[in-house]
């Protein structure tokens, strides 16, 4: 261990050449990945376990991280996910009742790398400016740092566009989900019993979302990324939802399209879909999906409902959006961001399928946008 106080123990190289130094906790070692910066105040447990983003580096522009400590209760899945951390300032020593393990030593545990210290603004101008960069990131206690071999690695980065990251995410067997959300958003009965059966499709799929199907009153059994449209049916489901999840909508929708188009033509069963399951139902639909600049991650999103005009404060993490300009004849867009105008939501005008880009489960972020669970239990039907 260095015991110059000033010495970097942690570096991220940019793959432009730019370089910024730190203090690293967690891990030691180096990864590479392409780098997001994320808004949210709280809820840096639930970001860092949300599969999604695999395959990414999160910055917080949030400075105080790290302070609550973790617990077990609020992973988003068994691993953290996302490849490494960015902070402003180190964390101090966790003070929250519920903390069960200061937040270097869980990323330690786990083989994930951060680094404190950052100067995160001027980072985040960066990633602003030339859209989300490939980066390497390396923690070495004794300082020592081959800046040359780092760039050269973040420049070797492919990036994610072309990339299936669902099936290295999804669940290895099928399960049942019964679990509820602890607290129910406010405004919303508690629902006792499971009337509807719906299939989850697992691309990545974070537990709060489970937790509000089962809330919504669903008796949810989750089926890895490659299921078959016929072992979808097998489970004669009064609906299918289809989760969130890392990587390009376009690779993973390989195999999961043509899941996805087999239900729409062969079957009237209601879907509802979300983020990376949102982008794949709109491909299965005819649409386009796109990369986009630095994409939208954050707990503090406006999104308009078109119908209405209502806003609702949402959670948001993608990278790809769905280009509203492709939609075919009946499929109408339902929601939409008022911070860039790119499409969040899309429906089927005759039928009970429906999809948003923000996240409903929130975890982390606000519950505006839990109806969108009620609205799918509600396409179901009386129930069983
Ligand atoms: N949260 C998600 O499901 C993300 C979807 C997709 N991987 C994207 O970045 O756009």
Known sequence: MSTDPQKPTACL????????????????????????????????????????????????TFPHIGNVGVNPEDDETADPVAAGMVVKWMPTQSSNWRSAQELGAWLASRGRIAIGGVDTRRLTRAIRQQGAPHV?????????????????????????????????????????????????????????????KVVAVDYGAKRNILRCLASAGCDVTVLPATASYDEVMAHEPDGVFLSNGPGDPAATGEYAVPMIRALLDKTEVPIFGICLGHQMLARAL????????????????????????????????????????????????????????????????????????HHPEASPGPQDSYYLFERFAASLGAGR
């Open 13 to 60: 190289a940019l793959a432009d050449g730019t370089i910024f130094y730190g203090q690293g906790f967690g891990a030691t070692g180096q990864t590479v990945a392409e780098l997001c910066f994320n808004t949210a105040m709280s809820g840096y447990q639930e970001i860092m376990t949300d599969p999604s983003y695999a395959g990414q580096i999160v910055t917080f």
């Open 286 to 357: 005819g649409a386009r999906t796109i990369k986009m600049n630095h994409g939208h991650h954050g707990a503090n999103h406006p999104v308009k409902e078109v119908s209405t005009g209502k806003v609702e404060i949402t959670s948001m993490n993608h990278g790809f959006a769905v280009d509203s300009q492709s939609l075919p004849d009946g499929v109408e867009e339902t929601h939409v961001s008022l911070f860039d105008g790119s499409n969040c939501g899309i429906r089927m005008t005759d039928r009970p399928v429906f999809s948003v880009q």
């Open 136 to 196: 390497a990131l390396s923690h070495d206690p004794e300082g020592n740092f081959d800046i040359g071999a780092l760039v050269a690695a973040a420049r070797g980065f492919a990036g994610l566009e072309g990339v299936d990251l669902a099936r290295d995410v999804t669940c290895a067997q099928s399960y049942r989900w019964d679990e509820m959300r602890w607290a129910w958003p406010e405004g919303y009965a508690r629902q006792t019993e499971a009337r509807h």
